[in-house]
Structure formats: structure tokens, C-alpha cells
């Protein structure tokens, strides 16, 4: 028992003697690169390896070309009456969540001008819409009763002299009847146009949905490539 203790005690003695007397060791810098390539210099700069990507993967969708057809003038007058006139602070989206939270009308009940003031413009052209669906048949109808009932409006069938010798006044009413026609005429072409376009892109709806699907797919890949 009592060997074993001088044992420990001549252990003890010998690594406080050695260790004591050595040296402390000396660190030096130095650059440390791992596997992946990434580097970090003694400045403690990691300098990131580049990640290969890979090099046979291509997209099917490429740049979507939108073609006006002469007709971006009357779209960009278009926008600039939406943004100007019936949205002139933007769309309000916090409206739309006031709405799904069920506080819109506490909201308006407080707020009332600020809402007066952004909505103006939307509430007029409402306005407006429905006093041409209202005034137009009332109109209609009125021409039709005063013509067909008492004889008025074109409905007695005679011609003043007077007007067969006028002719400036029919030169202007024709002048008036072709720069309305010229106007009715190129708001039809610029609906059909509208039209064709719109059938162009349903057509190709189909194929451009899965062009992009398989385009975010290769997307995805790549990614799960470059993480792992």
C-alpha cells in the first residue's frame, strides 16, 4: 500500500518537474482550407470555394415577348386614367384585410374622410355608370313613345322645303355623323384586337403553365443540388 502511494508521488513530482520546465508553445498563423474548398487566412477572411453548378441544365420558357399590336398607346392611357382617377394612392390592400378581420366598418366610421378621399374617384365613375344605365333606356323609351304614340321625333312623315335648299346644314350633320362613325369604327378594331389577343394567349396558356412548372422544377433541382 504504501509503495503504491510513493509511486503516485514520484508521478506527481516528475510531470510538475517536466511540464514546468517546458516551453510554452508557440501559434502561428497560418491559411486553413477544408474539403469543400472554402479558405480562412489569419485575419480570420473565409473566402468561400465556388459551388459548381450544373452545367447541362437550361430552361424551356426563356423571355415572354408581349407583342401591343399598335395598340399600347390606348393601354398605357388606360393606366394612367386607373392610377390617376379611379386609384390614385395605389390598391388599398389594407382595406382588403380590414375586410377579412371584420373591422372594415368600425375602421370607416372613424376614418370616413380619409376613405371619401381615396375612393372619390372609383365612387364617381360608379356613379356615373349607373346614370348611363339608368338615362339611356329612360331616353330610349321616351324617343319611342314620342314617336310611335304621338307622331313626334321623325314620326310624321313631311319635309320643309326649307331644308332641301340648307346645304351647309346637312354638309355638318355629315361631317358630325362620319366623326362619330370614324370613332365607334376604331373603338370596334381596337376590341377586336383586344380579342385576338386574348384568344392568342388562351391558346398557349397550356403549354406556357407547363413550361414554367418544369422550368421551377429544374429550379429546384439546382437548388437541392447546390444545399447538399
Known amino acids: ?13 516528475f510531470c510538475c518537474f517536466h511540464f514546468g520546465k517546458a516551453a510554452d508553445p508557440v501559434l502561428s498563423w497560418t491559411t486553413w482550407t477544408d474539403s469543400a474548398g472554402n479558405t480562412a487566412n489569419e485575419n480570420s477572411d473565409v473566402t468561400w470555394a465556388q459551388i459548381p453548378l450544373p452545367t447541362n441544365t437550361s430552361y424551356k420558357l426563356g423571355a415572354i415577348n408581349y407583342d401591343s399590336r399598335g395598340l399600347e398607346p390606348l393601354y398605357n392611357f388606360a393606366k394612367a386614367f386607373i392610377n390617376g382617377a379611379v386609384f390614385p394612392y395605389g390598391v388599398s390592400w389594407g382595406v382588403i384585410d380590414k375586410i377579412l378581420n371584420g373591422t372594415l366598418i368600425n375602421d370607416v366610421t372613424e376614418n370616413y374622410l380619409d376613405y371619401v378621399k381615396e375612393f372619390a374617384g372609383y365612387g ?5 355608370g349607373f346614370l348611363f344605365l339608368i338615362i339611356f333606356p329612360f331616353i330610349g323609351m321616351c324617343f319611342c313613345c314620342c314617336r310611335c304614340c304621338c307622331n313626334n321625333c321623325g314620326g310624321a312623315m313631311k319635309q320643309n322645303p326649307k331644308d332641301a335648299n340648307n346645304h351647309c346644314k346637312r354638309r355638318t350633320f355629315a361631317v358630325i355623323l ?3 362613325i370614324a370613332f365607334i369604327v376604331a373603338g370596334m378594331i381596337c376590341v377586336y384586337i383586344s380579342n385576338d389577343q386574348m384568344t392568342d ?3 398557349t396558356f397550356d403549354s406556357t403553365a407547363s413550361n414554367a412548372l418544369d422550368d421551377l422544377e429544374s429550379f429546384v433541382d439546382i437548388f437541392i443540388f447546390v444545399s447538399f
Do not use: E, K, S
Not at 364617381?124 to 356615373?128: E, G, K, R
Open 124 to 128: 364617381a365613375l360608379i356613379v356615373i
Open 1 to 13: 500500500m504504501g509503495t503504491g502511494y510513493i509511486r503516485i508521488a514520484i508521478f506527481i513530482w
Open 201 to 203: 394567349t388562351v391558346a
Open 178 to 180: 362620319f366623326v362619330l
